[in-house]
């Protein structure tokens, strides 16, 4: 989960990239004791990601300016609604605007394109799920905008699972060792807490994966019909996931092989931000 601490955290460094002298232009031209009140509308629809990343941007800058949340993470929104409502001192909102404005427009991208993707597999059991192609340093703001758009985590870190790719599997072939074999050695070096998941291209590599009693089996790269015939091949004995050549295009076709996972790297590469504006209006003293 996004804990208060790390919010404040990554939020404290952005705060200080963007400002590490003070903001000048407020500084100059707005009187110390100067009120504002600011509206977070949006501009188009879309679900709500980051509210508390984005209160933390204007507490971070002045303790004295408040935010009230009018929606919630998760909530879906039309063009027009107002999202949140932030009072306080006028030269800390304008410090903290554009820091508020870049978490949350980003974290409600990810959670709207998300949503995008559930609704085109509901009919189906499949999930969506992220991957780690996420911006270094926000991996948990994006993996919490993931959620907030009804989609699924996959690992957070290297640290979380055994996941055996392409690369690990062509390293083991090279040094002549059976997959099977090399598979069922890991886990026994591995506490039985410790889930494992192995990636396959190819129909032919499923079952000396299946044969170590692997927990899921991603099948990468497949077509649609050797989709089908590799959750037929798996038969329960594993998770199934589905991995590349997933789009809004896709994502239907690919649900509906009975693939129990779909991850999906344009989660959080290729969301884009969502257009919400910080309307302020300044009472001068």
């Known amino acids: 989960m996004l804990s208060r601490s790390h919010i404040d955290r990554v939020v404290g460094l952005a705060l200080e990239e963007d400002a590490p002298w003070g903001d000048l232009t407020s500084e100059a031209l707005i009187p110390e004791n100067a009120v504002a009140r600011a509206d977070l509308i949006a501009r188009e629809q879309g679900v709500f990601s980051g509210g508390e990343v984005f209160a933390a941007a204007f507490r971070l800058t002045d303790p004295a300016i408040d935010v009230e949340l009018v929606v919630e993470d998760g909530e879906w929104f039309e063009p027009g609604a107002v999202l949140a409502v932030v009072t306080g001192p006028a030269r800390g909102v304008l410090t903290a605007e554009r820091i508020g404005l870049n978490f949350v427009q980003r974290m409600s991208g990810i959670a709207t394109l998300t949503g995008a993707y559930v609704a085109e597999v509901a009919h189906t059991r499949a999930r969506i799920a992220d991957t780690r192609k996420t911006t270094p340093g926000l991996r948990a703001f994006e993996r919490k905008a993931v959620r907030d758009g009804g989609g699924r ?60 009693g692997i927990g899921t089996i991603m099948l990468d790269n497949f077509s649609l019909e050797d989709l089908r015939t590799g959750v037929a091949q798996v038969a329960g004995r594993a998770t199934v996931e589905a991995s590349g050549g997933v789009s809004l295009e896709t994502v239907r076709a690919i649900a509906e092989t009975g693939v129990d996972v779909i991850s999906v790297g344009a989660l959080t590469h290729s969301a884009r931000a969502l257009d919400l504006g910080l309307d302020v209006r300044i009472d001068a003293p």
């Open 153 to 212: 985590n996959h690992r957070h870190s290297l640290s979380d699972a055994v996941m055996a790719k392409d690369n690990h599997l062509a390293v083991l072939a090279q040094k002549g060792a059976s997959t099977t074999d090399a598979l069922r050695a890991a886990k026994d070096l591995l506490p039985h807490t410790t889930h494992i998941e192995v990636e396959v291209d190819r129909l032919d590599q499923i079952e000396p994966v299946l044969a170590a």
